[in-house]
């Protein structure tokens, strides 16, 4: 049971747009900023959004994050078949674990 | 550009200590504005983190496996390591290190570069 909840799956058609939810409480989220990454099939995860908004360099504008009381999301627009992935968020937590992450979604792109 | 690999055994025995190394190149494992962690990922199952180390050698970890987990950090050969004693076939997963980056506008650390990830199976 993963502390910040996530949908197991979320799917759309190419070209349209999707939102990943991650919730959480006021220990996580609610006080502190949210991060997702990208892990495309057998590889790595890759940060994707950072301080709930901001895209590291190289990452398209098509992806976007906001957080609003103990609760962030993930923007995904333009959807590609490239972008099918498990996305996981994560933020710092003022509980028992320093860090926590989402149990991840798996965005389908259909 | 930075690097980051982990190298270790591929197959530990239960009750037995599982050791990983987390090379890393391109990049100084001193600076002061970056911690090193390391995260696992059970087959087919979400990302835990493990624990974080800074370059002076203070460390943070996960309660549920502190007892059995030491993270070193050898700033000499720049790079760092991790040991969990007494595995079970729980502690099974990809393990991955990664870096810390911090970000001047929030006054956080972030995930920003990730090893390729090392599977360790444990064996009965």
């Known amino acids: 049971q993963s502390v910040l909840t996530q949908p197991p799956s979320v799917s759309a058609a190419p070209g349209q747009k999707v939102t990943i939810s991650c919730s959480g409480s006021?220990?996580?989220?609610?006080?502190?900023?949210v991060s997702w990454y990208q892990q495309l099939p057998g590889t790595a995860p890759k940060l994707l959004i950072y301080?709930?908004?901001k895209r590291p360099s190289g990452i398209p504008d098509r992806f976007s994050g906001s957080r609003s009381g103990t609760s962030a999301t993930l923007g995904i627009s333009g959807l590609q078949t490239g972008d099918e992935a498990d996305y996981y968020c994560g933020t710092w937590d003022s509980g028992l674990s320093p860090w926590v992450f989402g149990g991840g979604t798996k965005l389908t792109v259909l | 550009q930075l690097q980051l690999q982990e190298s270790g055994p591929g197959v530990v025995k239960s009750s037995e200590t599982l050791s990983l190394t987390c090379t890393v190149s391109?990049?100084?494992?001193?600076?002061?504005?970056?911690?090193w962690a390391w995260i696992r990922q059970p087959p087919g199952k979400g990302l835990e983190w493990i624990g974080s180390?800074?370059?002076?050698?203070?460390?943070y970890s996960t309660p549920s496996l502190k007892s059995r987990l030491t993270i070193l950090i050898d700033t000499s050969k720049n790079r760092f390591s991790l040991k969990l004693s007494s595995v079970t076939a729980a502690d099974t997963a990809v393990y991955y290190c990664?870096?810390?980056?911090?970000?001047?506008?929030?006054?956080?650390?972030?995930?920003?570069?990730w090893g390729q990830g090392t599977l360790v199976t444990v064996s009965s």
């Open positions: 006021s220990s996580n989220i609610g006080s502190n900023p």
């Open positions: 301080d709930n908004s």
């Open positions: 180390i800074y370059s002076s050698g203070s460390t």
């Open positions: 990664t870096r810390l980056g911090y970000d001047d506008g929030s006054g956080y650390y972030y995930f920003d570069y």
């Open positions: 391109g990049g100084s494992i001193t600076s002061s504005s970056y911690y």
